[in-house]
């Protein structure tokens, strides 16, 4: 299977999977990625079809709505399929929904980000090119709500966290993506990548969305 990619090094267009069932929407990421990322397209208007796809085509990136025919989250349910056959390609998850409990389990469920249909499109192209890298998307606002749910345990006193770990994880709080934390910590993307697992691993967060939840209240406790 296709490891995730950077676009800017790919010998050949980013393959881009969307998995939506209104044939309009394949047509509107053509026109979003056209001029800011080499991409080649492919549309698949349901699960099955996206599946399929998957196993033909061998996607870089998967881009998939939660809802698709009379199922709210038929999307979520194929990725949590292609997670368990192995698939390793990052998945963007494209949606109006902005509960943060859907989004919470989108993230849990394998996805690396998510970007709302009503977003402007640099953003989505943004949000493409983001997890095209290797990193992770979650807007802002999404981000506060999953951190505002409510989580079972005491986070206690926590580890001690080096300046740069406080940075980065500061950053994440704020709803930063990786490149942006880089260019403005004037550091590697690499760096970012590498620390933000760190962080994962100091305090035990066991995905992004845990991740984005223990750093904003890292912040708001402090």
Not at 37 to 48: F, K, N, Q, T
Not at 86 to 102: C, D, E, N, W, Y
């Amino acid at each position: 299977m296709t490891e995730a990619i950077t676009p800017e090094i790919s010998a050949r267009p980013l393959r881009v999977l969307i998995v939506d069932d209104h044939p309009v929407v394949a047509e509107g990421w053509d026109r979003i990625t056209r001029g800011r990322l080499d991409c080649e397209v492919i549309a698949a208007a349901r699960p099955s079809q996206g599946w399929r796809a998957w196993r033909r085509d061998a996607p870089d990136v998967i881009v998939a709505d939660l809802t698709m025919g009379d199922s709210k989250l038929a999307g979520l349910r194929l990725v949590e399929r292609l997670r368990r056959a192995g698939a390793k390609q990052p998945v963007l998850v494209f949606t109006m929904h902005r509960s943060p409990i859907i989004a919470r389990r989108a993230l849990q469920a394998g996805c690396n980000g998510i970007i709302h249909k009503d977003s402007p499109s640099a953003e989505i192209g943004e949000a493409l090119a983001e997890v095209a890298r290797g990193g992770s998307y979650v807007p802002a606002d999404i981000a506060r709500k999953i951190a505002l749910m409510h989580q079972p345990g005491a986070e206690g006193s926590g580890p001690r966290l080096t300046p740069r770990e406080t940075d980065i994880l500061r950053s994440i709080a704020e709803g930063l993506s990786y490149r942006e934390i880089a260019e403005r910590a004037n550091i590697s993307y690499k760096t970012v990548s590498n620390v933000s697992q760190t962080l994962k691993d100091k305090l035990g967060a066991g995905s992004f969305a845990d991740l984005v939840v223990k750093a904003i209240r890292h912040f708001e406790e402090g």
